[in-house]
């Protein structure tokens, strides 16, 4: 790569881990949020709850809306309104304000996320796409294990309106990086909503989505519970489990990078096997909860297979789009992050139904058969390809022996 490249990635990881650790902060900050504002706890978590499903619906939506737009103005106009979005969360002294200044907040995240994607897939050399946009990810990763972290000090010791400061001046980092860094020359494309969202009527495309979707919802299933399971099942001591957490996070890490490794060629040919994989782990920690050791291995090796497919499948969507709906490129951008969402949502709703009618570590094997259930739409969606290539070489072969005829 040269230099600017490395530049715009170290960029590009920044980006994503100041708006990781904007959208996940509030989850360490919600006694506080709440004591302070003198609402219930659980008013306070549909700040969190509100943000994903603003995130989710509106993500494909607004960026399909802004993908005409030159990506260099557009990307400093919506790190503008995130710098705002952060300094009105930091100045809300009521729940109203509070919950739209998150909601703005949330609509230009995702589409900003969508941008940074797009912009690695268009600037980045082919061989270079899988591990950038690995590095890329990782942000998110860093975000849970530094910057919320730092952010709920910040917020426990100087009050949570000064924890979205810290944020606020992040955000203006970031503004500052992407002036100097983010290439003038990409172009949108002109097209309207209906056009771009064609992309959606896709069967291969709407089965990733699921695929994502599903192997996210398994994880976070027993990751939503993680700590009452570390506690009850395990029996680890309570001073031991942000210890955990932390290393939780930094092995997810690794997942990542990884991930980016397996993205070079064909990924979506290995992601059947990923999955597979990801069920066994899952399961495994119902056979191995009667031991601490033998349960923390389990729960590492959680960490290492959860963000395995993300490289590939952001790729996936790009380069499928690219193929068969140019000008939904950048909406195609936003479909990970989004199924990420999505599948946090669904895999803590199923969390906590297995919580409330059956035993904490009956989550291990729900997460599994979730997983499974993944690899088999992976499985259906690699047939679909294959029959498309096949079907596409004996229209070649055909039209070849017609071509001698002549």
Do not use: C
């Amino acid at each position: 790569m040269t230099r600017q490249q490395k530049f715009l990635t170290m960029n590009l990881f920044l980006l994503t881990f100041i708006l990781g650790t904007s959208e996940f902060l509030m989850v360490g900050l919600l006694s506080e949020v709440a004591a302070d504002m003198n609402i219930a706890i659980s008013t306070a978590g549909f700040l969190v709850t509100a943000f994903a499903l603003t995130f989710a619906i509106g993500t494909p939506v607004f960026t399909a809306l802004f993908s005409r737009f030159s990506k260099f103005p557009l990307i400093l106009v919506l790190l503008s309104i995130f710098v705002v979005g952060n300094i009105v969360t930091a100045l809300s002294g009521s729940y109203g304000l509070l919950l739209v200044s998150r909601i703005i907040t949330a609509v230009v995240t995702g589409v900003l996320i969508a941008l940074a994607m797009s912009v690695a897939s268009e600037v980045m050399p082919p061989e270079k796409r899988g591990p950038v946009i690995s590095i890329i990810f990782t942000g998110f990763t860093v975000a849970s294990v530094l910057g919320v972290p730092l952010g709920t000090f910040i917020g426990q010791w100087g009050g949570w309106h000064l924890a979205y400061w810290f944020t606020t001046l992040l955000g203006i980092i970031s503004l500052i990086a992407s002036i100097a860094t983010i290439p003038r020359g990409l172009k949108g494309k002109h097209s309207s909503l209906t056009k771009q969202l064609r992309l959606l009527a896709y069967p291969r495309i709407v089965l990733a989505f699921a695929i994502m979707m599903l192997s996210i919802a398994a994880t976070y299933s027993i990751y939503t519970y993680l700590a009452p399971l570390l506690q009850d099942v395990l029996f680890v001591p309570a001073r031991y489990i942000s210890l955990i957490f932390l290393l939780y996070g930094v092995v997810s890490i690794f997942s990542t990078l990884i991930g980016g490794k397996l993205a070079v060629g064909d990924g979506m040919k290995k992601i059947r096997y990923v999955l597979l994989a990801q069920a066994v782990v899952l399961a495994s920690l119902y056979f191995t909860s009667d031991s601490l050791v033998g349960g923390l291995v389990s729960i590492s090796f959680m960490a290492l297979v959860v963000y395995l497919m993300n490289s590939t499948m952001q790729l996936y969507f790009i380069d499928y789009a690219d193929e068969h709906v140019p000008e939904a490129r950048d909406l195609a951008s936003s479909l990970t992050s989004v199924a990420n969402n999505v599948g946090i949502a669904i895999g803590s709703a199923l969390g906590g139904f297995v919580t409330t009618n059956m035993k904490l570590i009956d989550l291990s094997w729900s997460g599994g058969i979730v997983a499974v259930l993944a690899a088999v739409l992976a499985w259906v969606n690699y047939r679909l390809k294959q029959g498309t290539v096949s079907t596409t070489k004996e229209n070649n072969a055909l039209h070849e022996q017609y071509e001698g005829n002549i």
